[in-house]
């Protein structure tokens, strides 16, 4: 379901005026005790750019393959209320048992990515593909997208990737077939393609919205064709932000997340997942000072985690990721209350067909994690 679907649906988004009157302290202390209560049948997974005042109820924090990992290991919980968004708490339904609700605490949680990329257009695309380069090609998806896309990557023999195993997914893909499809996130495929030695002329970028190609070299030299899509946060971190820098404190070390543009990764000094700007961060010297280019829930806790060292966002005028926000106490609160009523809510479920072959994608992705 896109971000439009769940909008349709206004009247299930409505959150109850009580819980804008009620103070920190006690919609704090009600979840805490409702977690008591449930125990290990409730279970809450958090994604690392979700708010303090939500992460801080997490049974797990992580980025989005730590996430999917224990989604697919937890077989005690009955609920599992997910602090991060949609294709998220999709991916935990498709993972875990029949008998397991995952719990999307707003339903307006999408992630604009995700929506780059819907099934009439892949589909359209895949088309497009088979005529112009034959049996030569594998899709990979990231796993910013929606169950359909990573039903119809399992359908073709593809996989899941995230930004802490794209690597070596994109090498397993290449070992598959002579080209592949990387989607819905152009900037994830073209830093890690390039990482592996694959020239820019040797890419080609498919525009959903004209349906073309767009190609500097040529387009049956192709290795890799990605989407044209982007994350709408980690597009805010420019060359000039990084030329800024530079010039103002030349001791800062840049470290921003492959979601950002190749230009950007090209001038920073490291480039890593979420986890893996966590332990860079974490493993630096006191005294050391950082430019992050991440998502801002993050980039604050990380500064609040680590005061011997002088960190900054890359981009000081940097918002945190809206929809990623849309997960406040309030709707957390909300969702835990109904649930103790009796009333589960918000429930994420991904239908049959679409989940068997989701499961295809991601566990092609778990098995090499
Ligand atoms: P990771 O958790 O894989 O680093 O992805 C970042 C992201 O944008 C999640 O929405
Ligand atoms: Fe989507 Fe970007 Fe937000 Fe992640 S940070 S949920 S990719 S919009």
Not at 24 to 37: C, N, T, W
Not at 60 to 69: E, H, M, R, T
């Amino acid at each position: 379901m896109s971000l439009l679907d769940v909008l349709s649906q206004e009247s299930q988004v409505a959150l109850p005026e009580k819980y804008r009157e009620m103070s920190r302290e006690e919609m704090e202390k009600r979840v805490a005790e409702i977690k008591e209560y449930f125990g290990d049948k409730l279970f809450i997974p958090g994604h690392h750019y979700q708010k303090d005042e939500v992460i801080q109820f997490a049974d797990v924090k992580g980025d989005s393959l730590q996430l999917a990992q224990v989604a697919a290991q937890n077989e005690k919980a009955e609920f599992i209320v997910f602090c991060g968004v949609h294709f998220m708490a999709e991916t935990a339904d498709i993972l875990t048992n029949d008998n397991q609700k995952v719990i999307l605490p707003d339903l307006r949680a999408g992630c604009s990515m995700a929506d780059m990329a819907n099934i009439h257009q892949t589909e359209l695309a895949w088309k497009v593909m088979q005529d112009q380069f034959g049996d030569t090609i594998i899709p990979l998806t990231y796993v910013n997208s929606t169950a359909d896309i990573k039903a119809f990557v399992g359908k073709y023999g593809g996989a899941t990737v995230t930004s802490s195993n794209a690597k070596e997914m994109v090498e397993w893909a290449l070992s598959e077939k002579e080209r592949i499809l990387f989607l819905p996130d152009q900037h994830l495929g073209r830093n890690t393609a390039y990482d592996l030695g694959i020239q820019l002329h040797e890419m080609a970028v498919w525009d959903p919205i004209n349906e073309q190609f767009e190609c500097d070299g040529k387009l049956e030299d192709a290795k890799v064709i990605l989407w044209k899509g982007h994350c709408s946060v980690h597009e805010n971190f420019t060359v000039a932000n990084i030329e800024h820098l530079r010039e103002t404190n030349p001791n800062m070390n840049i470290i921003v997340h492959p979601e950002c543009s190749w230009e950007v990764v090209q001038k920073s000094d490291y480039n890593g997942s979420t986890k893996n700007i966590i332990e860079t961060i974490k493993q630096a010297p006191a005294g050391s000072e950082w430019a992050i280019g991440t998502e801002m829930n993050l980039v604050k806790r990380i500064i609040q985690e680590h005061p011997d060292k002088n960190i900054v966002s890359l981009n000081p005028n940097m918002c945190p990721c809206l929809t990623m926000n849309r997960i406040d106490i309030e709707h957390l609160l909300w969702s835990l209350e109904l649930l103790k009523d009796g009333e589960v809510k918000n429930v994420i479920q991904v239908n049959e067909e679409t989940a068997k072959l989701a499961t295809l994608a991601l566990e092609r992705m778990l098995e090499r994690a």
